[in-house]
Structures are given as structure tokens and as C-alpha cells.
């Protein structure tokens, strides 16, 4: 595990803290801000019940791939904090912060007219991406693979995600007129 070799004990509460972020409570909160955001404040009940439902799916994947392949994480004496107790294949944490960044990117991207703008937000999704998988490596709680396995079916969630919304109505689905 490469990513024991380079601790540092100044890097350890900010990873701690970027994957607690990506963990269940803090993508539930913020995808439950964004979906309130999207519903209430914007009233576009289908783009909201669009975003749930994709998340549901990353949700239902992490679960019942883990479930399905049992792949047991990196011992506890390499883990910072406690240690795990579920399956690690794939990165759930990777896999969910993906989806939500993706569809927080997707919202931005629908509302974002410049091209620096939008090559903004995809680097931000991106960036998110990376520091959660990164904080699971750090951490000791996943292997690589991991982190590759919950990120590569994030992106393919995110991809139905799309091809439903076009299918729902693409363009105005995120509140912009076709024409």
C-alpha cells in the first residue's frame, strides 16, 4: 500500500475529514440540499425525482456489488481510525461522490454558458472525485482497484443518468427552452 509509506500527520485529519465528507451522511445532506434546491426552489420535481433516482442506483450498486463480489479491504492495522467492517470492492465512497459531484456538475453545466466556466465545474467534479478515493487511500480503508471500480461505475451511472434524461426531455428537463 503505497499510500502508507507517505503519512504525514498534518495530512491525516484533512483526509480524515475529506472522507467523512464523502461518506454516507455528508452526500445524503448534500444531495438532499440539492435535491430540495432543484425541487422547491427551482420547481423542477422531474430533474429533482431525475437526481434521486440516480443516486438511488449508486446507492443500490455500491450495495449489492459489494454484496456480490465480497472483496475484504486492506487490514485494520493499515487503516487510520477504525477499522472497516464491510466489503471494500467497490469504493462506495468513491462510487457515491462521483454520481452526486457528477449531477451537481450536470445541474452547473445546463446553467453555465462560457467554456472556462464549464471546464471549471467538470475539473471540479473531477477534483472531488480524486479526494475522496484519495483520502480511502491514505486512509487505508480501500485498494486502488477500489477506488477505480467506484469511480468507472459512478461515470457509467452518471451516463444512464443521461441517456434517461434525454429520454425525459432533455433541455427543458433542466429548464431550458429548446429552440
Known amino acids: ?16 475529514t475529506i472522507t467523512t465528507l ?3 451522511f ?16 427551482r420547481h423542477n420535481w422531474r430533474l429533482a425525482g431525475l437526481l434521486a433516482g440516480s443516486m438511488g442506483l449508486s446507492v443500490a450498486l455500491t450495495l449489492g456489488l459489494k454484496d456480490l463480489i465480497t472483496r475484504v479491504g486492506p487490514p485494520a492495522s493499515a487503516t487510520i481510525g477504525p477499522g472497516a467492517t464491510g466489503f471494500a470492492f467497490p469504493s462506495g465512497y ?10 451537481l456538475a450536470g445541474v452547473a453545466l445546463a446553467r453555465t ?12 467534479w473531477l477534483v472531488a472525485s480524486l479526494l475522496v478515493g484519495l483520502s480511502r487511500l491514505y ?4 485498494w486502488l482497484t477500489d477506488v477505480m471500480a467506484g469511480f468507472g461505475v459512478g461515470v457509467g451511472v452518471l451516463a444512464i443518468t443521461v441517456i434517461v434524461g434525454i ?3 432533455g433541455r427543458e428537463l433542466l429548464g431550458r427552452r429548446v429552440g
Open 1 to 16: 500500500m503505497g499510500a502508507v509509506a507517505v503519512r504525514n500527520p498534518l495530512l491525516a485529519p484533512i483526509a480524515e
Open 26 to 41: 455528508g452526500i445524503g445532506a448534500l444531495m438532499m440540499a440539492l435535491l430540495a434546491w432543484v425541487g422547491i426552489r
Open 22 to 24: 464523502g461518506g454516507v
Open 139 to 142: 486512509l487505508g480503508y480501500q
Open 94 to 103: 468513491t462510487l457515491n461522490t462521483t454520481v452526486f459531484f457528477g449531477l
Open 167 to 169: 429520454g425525459f426531455g
Open 113 to 124: 454558458r462560457t467554456v472556462f466556466g464549464r471546464i471549471g465545474i467538470v475539473a471540479g
